[in-house]
């Protein structure tokens, strides 16, 4: 009941996009540092294959960005930083609910027995 293939992938997704706002937290923490380059944290088509696979487990993949750098070496974007963020911030709380929901129904269909 708890290690379904959907529970499995929404779990997938949390530490999916906990790692993504770990990294760009750490990017605008950076975005005075000197040849810092902004992490970009990718997780979405490796959990598309899982779910496609069966298993709903997946990681997630951490990467400098390719971005341009500025004469200082650093590539930090502050506004798509803040877009990631905000992305996100409302991507993790679509699937807390969604989890919420899932689990409310266990707990439904365990006192209606």
Not at 21 to 43: E, K, M
């Amino acid at each position: 009941m708890f290690d379904s293939v959907s529970a499995t992938a929404l779990g997938s997704a949390l530490d999916g996009l906990a790692a993504r706002q770990r990294a760009t937290a750490d990017n605008i923490a950076n975005i005075n540092t000197p040849h810092y380059l902004a992490s970009r944290v990718g997780f979405e088509d490796a959990l598309r294959s899982a779910v496609s696979s069966g298993s709903g487990r997946a990681g997630t993949t951490v990467s400098q960005s390719v971005a341009p750098t500025r004469e200082d070496g650093n590539n930090v974007n502050l506004d798509a930083e803040t877009l990631t963020s905000v992305d996100t911030q409302l991507r993790y709380q679509l699937i807390t609910q969604a989890m919420s929901g899932k689990l409310q129904g266990i707990s439904s269909a365990l006192r209606t027995n």
